[in-house]
Antibody
Framework: ELQLVQSGGLVVQPGGSLRLSCAAS????????MHWVRQAPGKGLEWVSL??????GRYYADSVKGRFTISRDNSSLFLQINSLRTEDTALYYC???????????WGQGTLVTVSS | EVVMTQSPVTLSVSPGERATLSCRAS??????LAWYQHKPGQAPRLLIF???IRATGVPARFSGSGSGTEFTLTISSLQSEDLAVYYC??????????FGQGTRLEIK
């Protein structure tokens, strides 16, 4: 069974840092581009970042560029977030690319709360 | 950036009736469009990709159509479990990949 299992929720102060993780199983992880998508409270879905199969291609939304870093190893996806802002408060999802740009499997989400 | 605009914001439909959700792109995206269903407390679920291809396990009452800049998600006979927010997403011109703001589907 394909699974994407994310790390637990966090409360972090503004300016702080954290690392989200997403453990993949049930498919050949190395064969797929992976994404992070977030949803702020009461808002819609926002694409955050993607990493290609070999990690050579990494792309970011303008709102997070320079503060977020996506990475992967042979079975997990990561998102390093620095210089956290209150507007980064959101439920963060990892998602598997179908092979075309649609997301066919999603993790359960990690709630990140940025508050002093 | 491709801006995706969904309408209506909220749609109220009776069980058994047809629901029609619209999505417009600010520039041509060919058929590189997906639809997702998002229920409270759950992860989003892929319904449609390639504008009209149902994802694995998606009931036949869900169908997608359109190309270029205008797209439609149709639920042919609404069921109570279809209560959710529905998002369209383009993956033709990226980064960034962009979502619409969502349509909230209510059961009348």
């Amino acid at each position: 069974e394909l699974q994407l299992v994310q790390s637990g929720g966090l409360v972090v102060q503004p300016g702080g840092s954290l690392r989200l993780s997403c453990a993949a199983s049930g498919f050949i992880f190395d064969d797929y581009t992976m994404h992070w998508v977030r949803q702020a409270p009461g808002k819609g879905l926002e694409w955050v970042s993607l990493i290609t199969t070999d990690g050579g291609g990494r792309y970011y939304a303008d709102s997070v560029k320079g503060r977020f870093t996506i990475s992967r190893d042979n079975s997990s996806l990561f998102l390093q977030i620095n210089s956290l802002r209150t507007e980064d408060t959101a439920l963060y999802y990892c998602a598997k690319d179908y092979g075309s740009g649609a997301f066919n499997y999603w993790g359960q989400g990690t709630l990140v709360t940025v508050s002093s | 950036e491709v801006v995706m605009t969904q309408s209506p914001v909220t749609l109220s439909v009776s069980p058994g009736e047809r629901a029609t959700l619209s999505c417009r792109a600010s520039q041509r995206i060919n058929n590189n469009l997906a639809w997702y269903q998002h229920k409270p407390g759950q992860a989003p679920r892929l319904l449609i990709f390639g504008a009209s291809i149902r994802a694995t396990g998606v009931p036949a009452r869900f169908s997608g159509s359109g190309s270029g800049t205008e797209f439609t998600l149709t639920i042919s006979s609404l069921q109570s479990e279809d209560l959710a927010v529905y998002y369209c997403q383009q993956y033709n011109n990226w980064p960034p990949m962009t979502f619409g703001q969502g349509t909230r589907l209510e059961i009348k």
